[in-house]
């Protein structure tokens, strides 16, 4: 299995966006699965707040393991991995993504009875997954 697949199959098992994405590349980078997922755990639905889409985060952070120690270096690749989520999704709020605000009982109301967190968003794990495997094949 391969990260991408690996990032949606843990999404759709239970763990947020966050958590999905990070774990499934941590272990190229010397950290456990086990401590991914609970770093990971705090960033889901857009640090509960509808803001930045959690599996943008956890692709943000795998992406720190690799380009961490170089400040100009994770500042590009930060800002190449926002630019191509966006051009490939339309946003990377939670909130605009969604069409809804998923901080709210109503929005998670909406979400559930519309099926985003089955449907919608394991397309957002799977895409950041797989910008973040391009940028990571690409350095």
Do not use: H, W
């Not at 639905?45 to 803001?51: H, I, Q, T, V």
């Not at 051009?87 to 909130?95: L, V």
């Not at 109301?109 to 919608?120: I, Q, S």
């Amino acid at each position: 299995m391969n990260s991408i697949e690996d990032a949606v199959q843990l999404f759709e098992s239970g763990y947020v966006c966050s958590q999905a994405v990070f774990a499934a590349f941590s272990q190229d980078f010397d950290l456990s699965k086990e401590q991914a997922l609970k770093i990971g755990a705090c960033f889901g639905s857009g640090m509960r707040k509808a803001e930045v889409c959690g599996a943008c985060t956890g692709a943000l952070m795998a992406l720190g393991l690799k380009f961490g120690e170089n400040k100009e270096k994770s500042n590009e690749v930060c800002v190449r991995f926002l630019d191509e989520f966006k051009k490939e999704n339309g946003s990377y709020i939670c909130k605009d993504l969604l069409e809804c605000d998923i901080s709210t009982p109503e929005g998670v109301k909406y979400a559930k009875d519309n099926n985003l967190f089955t449907d919608f968003c394991p397309k957002m794990v799977e895409s950041a997954a797989r910008i973040t495997e391009e940028i990571l094949s690409s350095e």
